[in-house]
């Protein structure tokens, strides 16, 4: 049995540090036995205060699982939509494969800057978060999208509206549970014209790409297309409807393929018909 138990401080920290005091954004918990749902939408300083991180230190012990949405909703918002949204306020990735190796190289990279935050999420899995201005919501999850192509991110967390967990508090996806911890390696707030070189070189390429010969990569080599399968069956699994994962895989490779939306279709289907054959033998539940 863990002894582990959630680290409000550690959360406070987090989100002083790394969101406007009087932005709002949408907590969300989820507990995953049940399925129970809570979702409160408050300013940042009062997601830090005493009495609400408290009030999710009792409910993370409960079993809830904690998260906080990344970009400012308009004052008026009581969901977390992308209509909702004001502000960006951050870019996120996703990385749940070789996560060590792809920080590494992201961070070798002078077309990408520094990260602001990396996420411990759960073992061998990160989440890398830059703080930003002046994006918009359509530039931002471009970028996103972009971003995970390049490093092998999850393409599913690129939207928005996408909540991560806070950090401080604990993964119950795990036995024992995960606690969710936070590496500072950065204040600077990004602006587009800091991604310039790598959005620069993506319509460059976009515009010029040919055909031509395969490339030889090394047998363990994880192509695009494994990716998007795997990602398929994954979010299949935990009971998304085929043709929202269909809609996500063909906005992500919208440009690389031809018809991104047959590609999308058949790499669902076949997804499906891979689950059909294996059978449903694990529970689903939601990521990370």
């Given at each position: 049995?863990?002894?582990?138990?959630?680290?409000?401080?550690?959360?406070?920290?987090?989100?002083?540090?790394?969101?406007?005091?009087?932005?709002?954004?949408?907590?969300?918990?989820?507990?995953?036995?049940?399925?129970?749902?809570?979702?409160?939408?408050?300013?940042?300083?009062?997601?830090?205060?005493?009495?609400?991180?408290?009030?999710?230190?009792?409910?993370?012990?409960?079993?809830?699982?904690?998260?906080?949405?990344?970009?400012?909703?308009?004052?008026?918002?009581?969901?977390?939509?992308?209509?909702?949204?004001?502000?960006?306020?951050?870019?996120?990735?996703?990385?749940?494969?070789?996560?060590?190796?792809?920080?590494?190289?992201?961070?070798?990279?002078?077309?990408?800057?520094?990260?602001?935050?990396?996420?411990?999420?759960?073992?061998?899995?990160?989440?890398?978060?830059?703080?930003?201005?002046?994006?918009?919501?359509?530039?931002?999850?471009?970028?996103?999208?972009?971003?995970?192509?390049?490093?092998?991110?999850?393409?599913?967390?690129?939207?928005?509206?996408?909540?991560?967990?806070?950090?401080?508090?604990?993964?119950?996806?795990?036995?024992?549970?995960?606690?969710?911890?936070?590496?500072?390696?950065?204040?600077?707030?990004?602006?587009?014209?800091?991604?310039?070189?790598?959005?620069?070189?993506?319509?460059?390429?976009?515009?010029?790409?040919?055909?031509?010969?395969?490339?030889?990569?090394?047998?363990?080599?994880?192509?695009?297309?494994?990716?998007?399968?795997?990602?398929?069956?994954?979010?299949?699994?935990?009971?998304?409807?085929?043709?929202?994962?269909?809609?996500?895989?063909?906005?992500?490779?919208?440009?690389?393929?031809?018809?991104?939306?047959?590609?999308a279709e058949r790499t669902v289907q076949r997804a499906g018909e891979a689950l059909a054959a294996e059978g449903r033998s694990r529970q689903s539940g939601p990521d990370?």
């Amino acid at each position: 049995m863990s002894d582990a138990k959630p680290n409000p401080k550690l959360a406070s920290e987090y989100i002083r540090s790394g969101f406007r005091p009087r932005d709002r954004h949408a907590l969300f918990l989820l507990h995953r036995r049940s399925g129970g749902v809570i979702q409160r939408v408050v300013a940042a300083e009062d997601i830090a205060s005493d009495e609400t991180l408290q009030w999710l230190a009792r409910k993370n012990s409960q079993g809830f699982e904690v998260y906080v949405g990344m970009n400012a909703l308009k004052p008026e918002a009581q969901g977390r939509t992308k209509a909702d949204i004001a502000d960006i306020r951050h870019l996120y990735l996703d990385l749940d494969l070789e996560a060590e190796a792809a920080l590494s190289s992201l961070q070798a990279r002078d077309d990408t800057p520094e990260p602001n935050r990396v996420l411990d999420t759960s073992p061998g899995k990160l989440q890398v978060v830059w703080k930003v201005e002046r994006f918009t919501l359509d530039e931002a999850e471009s970028l996103q999208r972009q971003l995970a192509g390049e490093f092998g991110a999850d393409p599913a967390a690129t939207d928005a509206a996408r909540v991560l967990r806070l950090p401080g508090f604990l993964n119950h996806k795990y036995e024992p549970p995960h606690p969710v911890g936070v590496r500072a390696l950065s204040e600077r707030i990004h602006q587009p014209a800091d991604f310039g070189t790598l959005r620069e070189r993506r319509q460059r390429d976009s515009a010029h790409r040919a055909p031509s010969a395969p490339r030889r990569v090394s047998p363990d080599h994880i192509s695009q297309s494994e990716r998007d399968w795997a990602y398929a069956k994954r979010e299949l699994w935990r009971g998304k409807d085929p043709s929202a994962v269909a809609d996500a895989i063909a906005e992500f490779r919208k440009g690389e393929k031809s018809d991104p939306r047959y590609y999308a279709e058949r790499t669902v289907q076949r997804a499906g018909e891979a689950l059909a054959a294996e059978g449903r033998s694990r529970q689903s539940g939601p990521d990370r």
